[in-house]
């Protein structure tokens, strides 16, 4: 079972920085591959990018290739999301979830989910 809870969200104006975390607690954090993902109102929730659990191996999906790099500390059991050049349309309820494989894009894979935090960006 693990666990996870993200933090770091909040209101920043375009071209701005956000950097969120996501904990995760259990011991075997550093056996899941860990990926981020958004849903903005009305839309579906989207594949953001993951990490493998060495953090060899990392994916990120067009839109934010360039701006978004996840990083993550298995001594912390702790995953990143550091996100530059913020656009409004990344304006999403920001979740992490943890798979036994990957980083895959695939939401299906992903066998725990966090509640989400809030990501706002204005024009």
């Known amino acids: 079972q693990v666990q996870l809870v993200e933090s770091g969200g909040g209101l920043v104006q375009a071209g701005g920085s956000l950097r969120l975390s996501c904990a995760a607690s259990?011991?075997?954090?550093?056996?899941?591959?860990m990926g981020w993902f958004r849903q903005a109102p009305g839309k579906e929730r989207e594949f953001v990018g993951a990490i493998s659990w060495s953090g060899d191996s990392t994916s990120y999906a067009d839109p934010v290739k360039g701006r978004f790099t996840i990083s993550r500390d298995n001594a912390k059991n702790t995953v990143y999301l550091q996100m530059n050049s913020l656009k409004p349309e990344d304006t999403a309820v920001y979740y992490c979830a943890a798979a036994q494989i990957g980083p895959t894009e695939v939401p299906a894979a992903y066998h725990y989910w966090g509640q989400g935090t809030q990501v706002t960006v204005s024009s």
């Open positions: 259990g011991r075997t954090f550093s056996r899941y591959a």
